[in-house]
């Protein structure tokens, strides 16, 4: 059932215009990266990243740049893995965020503005 969820979310983002991911620059460097080992190449513009002060960066995505990183969220946040115990706690903590944001559009709530999906170091949910 997990997969289910998982596939109308990740086709409820693809739907979606534009979201804003608020995080660390570490963060998105992360992502990025997590990506490009995925697919081989990584399918974000260049200098999506803009500074958001404290410390943080905005990065503007569109829905299927959304649904691309959640996938490869979903895939290396399971606990089998490759990924590194860190690595994979950030790519649960990503695709948890972008699914609650993600799952009011699901429920029905699609007449309504998105929320910024926002990471914050040390957040408990």
């Known amino acids: 059932m997990e997969w289910m969820r998982r596939r109308r979310r990740l086709d409820a ?4 215009a534009r979201v804003e991911l608020l995080c660390a620059p570490s963060v998105w460097t992360s992502l990025l990266t997590r990506c490009a080992r995925r697919y081989g190449t990584t399918h974000f513009a260049d ?11 905005r990065v503007e ?3 299927l740049e959304l649904a691309e990183l959640m996938d490869v969220a979903a895939r290396r946040g399971r606990w ?4 590194d115990p860190p690595g994979r706690a950030l790519c649960r903590a990503v695709y948890q965020a972008a699914a609650a944001s993600v799952d009011q559009l699901v429920t029905g709530q699609s007449g309504k503005a998105i929320p910024t999906i926002t990471l914050t170091a ?4």
């Open 47 to 57: 200098g999506m990243q803009q500074s958001a002060g404290a410390g943080l960066v």
């Open 80 to 83: 089998w893995s490759r990924e």
């Open 61 to 63: 995505l569109s829905g």
């Open 13 to 16: 983002a693809a739907g979606i």
């Open 122 to 125: 040390g957040a408990r949910p």
